[in-house]
T-cell receptor, first 114, second 118 residues
Framework: GQQLNQSPQSMFIQEGEDVSMNCTSS?????WLWYKQEPGEGPVLLIA?????ELTSNGRLTAQFGITRKDSFLNISASIPSDVGIYFC??????????????FGKGTLLTVNP | GAVVSQHPSWVICKSGTSVKIECRSL??????MFWYRQFPKQSLMLMAT?????????EQGVEKDKFLINHASLTLSTLTVTSAHPEDSSFYIC??????????????FGPGTRLLVL
């Protein structure tokens, strides 16, 4: 099936630092979604990207849909302790049947040291 | 966004028993819901797509007779783990697909149900 390569797998940073993570795929995606999951909770949607080249911000978070439609990145500026969690990229691959079905990356575990 | 609830939030059961997990869409009618399973330190794996009024569509390798899905209304889908065994212990998460203002659909997740089978 379709796979998303998400990197890095984990990050340990100091409070106040900026963070960048990305997802790549060998296949084209129609939509890129970024979720955050905290321990024992379901994923929460952070940013949704629908067009190639689209750059969208949500507070301190910024994400971009790559021009090739095969990659996306998420940046977090001025990290704070509550940014801790696992960040997942996800999307419905183009031509993969139902647009509803999502493929998930393996996640980036973010730890912020106060 | 969309509000999705799950019940129970966690359950412990004996091996061989069946467990029912409910997923509710609280603020819109969801014709399509999804059930995922997540093992520790792993990503979400889609188990099945639940369609209101029709049979669920299961992903390859997921036993439909073991994981019974019922989507009898536009706000409720249930997942029943039949004859549960310890290897079924996992975090089960549902989601709803929602289209807003003509934008492509996206998925909103419930808080998850932690299942522990002893």
């Amino acid at each position: 099936g379709q796979q998303l390569n998400q990197s890095p797998q984990s990050m340990f940073i100091q409070e106040g630092e900026d963070v960048s993570m990305n997802c790549t795929s060998s296949s084209i995606f129609n939509t890129w979604l970024w979720y955050k999951q905290e321990p024992g909770e379901g994923p929460v949607l952070l940013i949704a990207l629908y067009k190639a080249g689209e750059l969208t911000s949500n507070g301190r978070l910024t994400a971009q849909f790559g021009i090739t439609r095969k990659d996306s990145f998420l940046n977090i500026s001025a990290s704070i302790p509550s940014d801790v969690g696992i960040y997942f990229c996800a999307g419905p691959p183009a031509g993969g049947g139902s647009n509803y079905k999502l493929t998930f990356g393996k996640g980036t575990l973010l730890t912020v040291n106060p | 966004g969309a509000v999705v609830s799950q019940h129970p939030s966690w359950v412990i059961c004996k091996s061989g028993t069946s467990v029912k997990i409910e997923c509710r869409s609280l603020d819109f009618q969801a014709t399509t819901m999804f059930w995922y399973r997540q093992f520790p330190k792993q990503s979400l794996m889609l188990m099945a797509t639940s369609n209101e009024g029709s049979k669920a569509t299961y992903e390859q390798g997921v036993e439909k007779d073991k994981f019974l899905i019922n989507h009898a209304s536009l706000t409720l889908s249930t997942l029943t783990v039949t004859s549960a065994h310890p290897e079924d212990s996992s975090f089960y998460i549902c989601s709803t697909a929602k289209t807003s203002g003509g934008a492509p659909e996206t998925q909103y997740f419930g808080p998850g149900t932690r299942l522990l089978v002893l």
